[in-house]
């Protein structure tokens, strides 16, 4: 009996079928990256690699070299050895988001350190596009961040983006613990990227306490996690907050450190073959970080209102981190190491630190007083070595005579303790009333 072939029909079907998720194997590793033949993927996909012990290890697509795909894991390099599987999962990063996670740790890919995993929930996706800029709403409602140098001298309004610049030790945590605890918002997300180990619980336990932890999320990627995981950990936690800003909520975002996140970003350019650029910095680094602020701030639906804080290196406000980001953002504070040496805290330099958005959304009796306030303080530092000598004779300047009645006064007034409450309007209407 004579068997015809079709093959057209074969051609056709072999066309037709999807080689493209076959399985792979390791071909080697090199630093922090592992190359990988066999499969085709694109940037971002998540793979499975089983080691010598069959234990999978989560990994990402980074990069490509000629025909092999370039993976970095999402844990250990452990026991991945030449010749491993590598199944790959058509599949992005994702967090499953519900109202579950109110009060959860999570580590950088989302998974819960206390309490059960979640099981029920929306998928969110780790990198998305930031909100159509034509369908943003505009900000016009001042929030109430609970911090009266905030309040009363760099109102900030619902939906803007905000960095807190200090070299180490200064206080940062402390003031995002602050903020987080007296904050008018329906949620906080808290991602702590690349902290120190130990930090995490003093952070929750003291800085936000068990009232603010009830309203928080914490999305927490210590020093000692992969590049991957800790810039991760900050994506992951605007995923969290872009849900519930779909959901109409007032969402308050805080990230510490944007510079540690650079880092870990600059770890993963320069092992995949990035030249160094600026001070060591990729350009990739330059590149994420408008992607992942961007994506904070006012949308359609509800607000992102974010609070970033870098990390200044020697103290220097003008290193490549702190100028990109003070070019993104909407404002800046920065925290003052001979404020906080003066035990002045919170150590915000009010004459360094500037709100963008102050002006639209401050009545005009706030205003004022903020600013005369602010040339009261310019003045008293212009005129200090002279008054501290004693070589300034009183009457001999109006405006010098003044700053010296009110100095005091104002200090007293930007001095404010870790446990003390300040409601909104009683802060505005103190600092108005200040000079009548």
Known sequence: MAISIDFLGIQKKIEETDFKYVEGIVKQVIGLTIEVEGIKAFVGEVCTIYNEKNKPIICEVVGFKEDNVILMPLGELNGIAPGCRVVPSKQP????????????????LGRPLNGE?????????????????????RIKEAIATGVRAIDGFLTCGEGQRIGIFAGSGVGKSTTLGMIAREAKADVNVIALIGERGREVLDFIEKDLGEEGLKKSIIVCATSDQSALVRLKGAFTATAIAEYFRDKGKKVILMMDSVTRFAMAQREIGLAIGEPPA????????????????????????????AFYTVLVDGDDFNEPIADAVRGILDGHIVLSRAL????????????????????????????????????LLATYNNSEDLINIGAYVKGSNKKVDLSIKYHDEINNYLKQGINEH???HESINKLANMFK
């Open 93 to 108: 990063l994702t967090v499953k988001c519900s109202e579950e996670l109110f009060g959860k740790v999570l580590d950088g």
């Open 117 to 137: 995993a979640i099981k029920i929930g929306a998928d969110y996706s780790l990198d998305t596009s930031p909100p159509d800029p034509l369908k943003r709403r």
């Open 278 to 305: 600026t001070k060591g910095y990729t350009p990739s680094v330059f590149a994420m970080l408008p992607r992942l602020m961007e994506r904070s701030g006012m949308s359609d639906k509800g607000s992102i209102t």
């Open 340 to 375: 906080a040496a003066k035990n002045h805290y919170p150590a915000i330099d009010i004459l360094s630190s500037v709100s963008r958005l102050m002006s639209e959304i401050a009545e005009e009796n706030h205003k004022k007083a903020a600013s005369f306030a602010r040339d």
């Open 422 to 424: 300040s409601e909104f």
